[in-house]
């Protein structure tokens, strides 16, 4: 009663619609502009143990969501943090950067281009710059505090710090990088840091003249390319796996209902990724 109370004044509209089409196949668009055996979801919140994301397409929207999310609380005797709670406007590629003013109970909520959620980093513009930068300031910090430890140690044998370079250095680089839509400059990027560090480790000097690949033969260990495309195959796989009503499935096998994309070359999407990737492994780009 008390959280129907609270959303009286929420609309059913309210939040954000995608459309999904679950038996066919995924790299088929055409399928979600049918109207036979295609479903429609609304997706207000997005839940995780103490974090709550509200989502919205309009600043109207988003208000009322807010509005019925701080009076539901406060029936349930729970306070909302307001230097805790930022507000992110991602507009279209061809719309200019306005920050919306959301408030609770008459305090205005900070607006960000950025902030960080489940300890990735979430911008303004819906690209992976800032997450490859965050990425590589992480990994490059976890791999100097253990360069006298460990890198620098002449009693560990190769093997054990290429172990230790994976479960730490490799780890904190590539976390979650599952869900990650790269480019080629995101992956130059993550391939110098990769191989700056395996040459410390091997102690290959550049007077050497040793190639990437070799350098990567006596490690024994796969390109960043190489390892972003397993662990999207293996997370697309596990979401294939997941019931109908999980929400990844959903997200991954539909698209938002409302809005159109704009001429000129479109952003790659994650689909695109797992289609080059299936490419490349001489696979056919599909997942029914």
Known sequence: MMLKQANENCEDEDGIYIRY???GSLFNLRRLQAHTKTNERLIRDLLFADDAALVAHTEQTLQRLTSCFADASRLFGLEISLKKTEVLHQPAPQEAYHPPHITINS??????????YLGCTISSDARLDKEIDNRLARANSSFGRLYK?????KSLKIKTKIQVYRAVVLTTLLYRSETWVTYSS???LLERLHQRCLRTILQIHRSDLVTNVEVLEQAEIPSIEALIAKSQLRWAGHVFRMK???LPKIALYGEIRTGHRYRGAPKKRY?????????????PPKLV
């Open 244 to 246: 109908d009503h999980r």
């Open 149 to 153: 430890r460990v890198w620098n140690n």
């Open 186 to 188: 995101h992956i130059r």
């Open 21 to 23: 089409h679950l038996d």
């Open 107 to 116: 305090s205005e909520l900070k607006s960000t281009p950025q902030f960080t």
């Open 271 to 283: 689909k695109d990724c797992l289609k080059k990737t299936f490419t490349a492994c001489n696979r």
